[in-house]
């Protein structure tokens, strides 16, 4: 326990906010989706079936990066594995999966998002798919790995997102920017006697290169 940070009420507090910015912003439905934060080698995650309203400071709940349960009494969440993946094989602070639906729509349609929208290379390039598998299962972590890979954030077939950051604000940003660029496909996509334009892989790089240097503090918009 001499490893816990000595904010880790703080990172708690946080980590409940952002969960409950996931259901006020439409991206999860009830206690589908979660959210996780790493602090050392030390797991902050939302806890299984809890609504996320009903969280206080004295359901903290953390686990060490081989999921042994290191904090609190309430199981954590079921898709436990995805995050302590991402975290094992990335340098993520943060991690947030949600069912959002337009990305959840878009994952059943297509193996990669196509590049409607230049804020595709701020998540690394076109987002991939992760084949389906079973919900909290290994299979569905490596797919999702696969998917991630030199990527920030990607779907999941039949299923949500997944995003990284080097914060909770980063990585629900990076959610956020997923779910719209889905929700601008679809709509594009449904016009009839219409074919979207979309990027090429040209353009994308360039609007990455430009992004890198976009704003104040590093931030898209």
Not at 117 to 128: D, E, N, Q, S
Not at 148 to 164: F, M, S
Not at 204 to 220: D, I, K, T
């Amino acid at each position: 326990m001499k490893d816990h940070p000595d904010h880790l009420a703080a990172a708690w507090s946080e980590l409940v906010a952002t969960a409950r910015r996931t259901v006020a912003d439409g991206l999860v439905v009830g206690t589908s989706g979660n959210v996780s934060r790493r602090l050392r080698d030390l797991i902050l995650v939302t806890p299984s079936g809890v609504p996320y309203d009903r969280l206080g400071p004295a359901d903290t709940t953390a686990v060490d990066l081989d999921g042994h349960q290191i904090i609190g009494t309430l199981r954590p969440t079921s898709e436990l594995p995805m995050h302590l993946a991402v975290y094992r094989q990335t340098t993520a602070t943060a991690v947030v999966h949600t069912h959002a639906p337009h990305a959840t729509a878009v994952s059943t349609l297509v193996t990669e998002l196509p590049p409607i929208h230049y804020m595709a290379a701020a998540l690394g390039g076109p987002v991939r798919v992760a084949p389906y598998a079973l919900y909290g299962s290994d299979e569905l972590a490596a797919h999702m790995l696969d998917a991630l890979r030199d990527r920030t954030g990607a779907l999941l077939q039949n299923h949500g997102t997944i995003a990284y950051g080097d914060s909770l604000d980063q990585a629900l940003d990076r959610t956020a920017q997923l779910e719209w660029m889905c929700r601008v496909w679809l709509t594009a996509q449904s016009v009839p006697g219409h074919t979207p334009s979309l990027l090429s892989a040209g353009q994308l790089e360039a609007a990455g290169a430009q992004l890198r240097g976009y704003g104040q503090r590093g931030h898209q918009g």
